[in-house]
């Protein structure tokens, strides 16, 4: 049995695919005309793709925001099938529109993504992520569909009915935020069951940030195989990258997107191997198409081949968006470098949350992490132990001293939708 959605496709030689990526360059070139917004750029047809990223102008968000609701639309209202809004984390939100065949170009994204995790036929897919404007129910609903797996479209929340339906129907599949993952398990072992007793297989993570060490946990709970998951609505919504049964960086689909990245201060474009902000240009979008689109997603390709024969490029887990870095009293952190170190430590619970507070005009970091339901029952000893002992990892992994507070499990405040890890309060 192949391994491979789209084999073709998957492994077309770098440069047949940089050739095609050309091709469908200036096809959406030609269509971004009709956008309003991009009327005032020279749109005239590129002999490289070298010569388009040397010259052409990014788009970044704040100009979606300007040019809301229609500036970016290429086709007639009549052909829009599909109207989707980016879940607003970061200011207002902004609306994406698809035509038919965006929404089918979209799904094959989708599929193929789930087929390279392992999906199949006869898999039962739980799809615990919001449906609506997010595009992380439907954008997945319709590739597992499009695959024929059973597909649950139970959305987010309520956790009893969600083992209740993975153990009722058998379900095989899980996508879930990473954040919930944990928390669910917490669930679980209220309810006195083990998800390992269960016939799950895999679960497909993503939607926000998340470090290796929480993947590692989340896989060691559930006993199965957790696959990074990337994508955002601008652009289509999730299906942009995926893991591979390698499971060491996402391969993005580069016969739909143009790959670059670029230094967040000068714009310039960095070498394969180097950190910094993801830029993508759509190839085969419809309505919307996006030029050098500024994702504001910190990340690095990784150079070397991929084990799995797929010759898509593979970038690094995202570190954080260029706007979630931190700065304390001069040292800049991201979020994701705490849970890393705090996750790998044995005794830590399943959430936490960073607060960063001003005292005496310093900046002062607050680390809450929850305690597994052992270690808060336990003596004090060792919980005064855990906490010595993260506040001396975090103190060696970002130059900053913590302030470590040990919560009950299951006490810190939750979300309905992506975490909320950060509360900055040096401003109130
Ligand atoms: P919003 O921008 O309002 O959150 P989206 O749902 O479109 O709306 O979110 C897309 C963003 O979510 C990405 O730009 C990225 O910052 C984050 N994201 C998506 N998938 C991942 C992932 N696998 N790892 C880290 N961050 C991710
Ligand atoms: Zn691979």
Redesign the pocket.
């Given at each position: 049995m192949t391994m491979y959605w789209e084999e073709t496709a998957e492994r077309m030689a770098r440069g047949e695919l940089n050739r095609y990526q050309l091709e469908l360059l200036n096809q959406t070139i030609e269509r971004a005309r009709k956008a309003q917004f991009y009327r005032s750029f020279d749109l005239s047809r590129v002999d490289s793709l070298a010569q388009f990223q040397a010259n052409f102008p990014f788009t970044c968000?704040q100009d979606l925001r300007d040019h809301f609701p229609y500036g970016f639309l290429t086709t007639d209202l009549t052909k829009v099938i599909r109207l989707h809004s980016?879940?607003?984390?970061?200011g207002n939100?902004t609306v994406v529109f698809h035509t038919e065949r965006d929404v089918a170009e979209w799904t094959n994204q989708v599929a193929r993504c789930l087929y390279m995790a392992g999906v199949r036929k006869g898999d039962v897919f739980q799809n615990t992520m919001g449906y609506g404007l997010?595009?992380?129910g439907l954008g997945f609903h319709y590739g597992a569909e499009k695959l024929g797996a059973l597909t649950i479209p139970i959305g987010p929340g309520n956790s009893t009915r969600q083992i209740w339906f993975m153990q009722t129907f058998g379900t095989s599949v899980v996508h879930i935020l990473p954040s919930y993952a944990l928390r669910l398990y917490t669930h679980f072992e209220a309810e006195g069951i083990d998800p390992k007793s269960l016939n799950l297989r895999i679960f497909i993570?993503?939607?926000?940030?998340?470090s290796a060490e929480m993947r590692d946990q989340i896989e060691e709970l559930y006993g199965v195989k957790a696959f990074?998951?990337?994508?955002?609505?601008?652009v289509c919504?999730?299906g942009v990258?995926f893991e591979c049964p390698a499971q060491n960086g996402?391969h993005l689909w580069e016969d739909y997107f143009l790959v670059e990245i670029i230094d967040p201060e000068t714009g310039k474009v960095l070498p394969a191997g180097e950190e910094g902000e993801l830029v993508l240009t759509t190839l085969k979008r419809e309505a919307m198409p996006l030029l050098r689109y500024r994702?504001?997603?910190l990340t690095r390709i990784i150079p070397e081949p991929c084990p799995c024969g797929r010759s898509h490029l593979r970038i690094d887990?995202?570190k954080?968006?260029a706007d979630d870095m931190l700065i304390i009293n001069g040292v800049n952190l991201f979020p994701v470098q705490i849970e890393r170190k705090i996750m790998g430590i044995p005794g830590v619970g399943k959430n936490y949350v960073i607060e960063i507070r001003k005292e005496n005009y310093m900046d002062r970091l607050y680390v809450k992490v929850e305690v597994d339901k052992e270690i808060f029952n336990g003596t004090l000893a060792g919980l005064t132990e855990l906490q010595r002992r993260i506040t001396d990892d975090l103190r060696a992994e970002l130059s900053v001293s913590p302030v470590v507070e040990l919560v009950e499990p299951s006490s810190l405040p939750v979300w309905e939708g992506?975490a909320k890890r950060v509360i900055d309060r040096r401003g109130e």
């Open positions: 968000k980016s879940s607003g984390t970061t939100p997010f595009t992380g993570i993503g939607s926000e940030p998340h990074n998951s990337y994508g955002l609505s601008e919504g999730p990258g996402i994702t504001g997603d887990r995202i954080g968006r992506k």
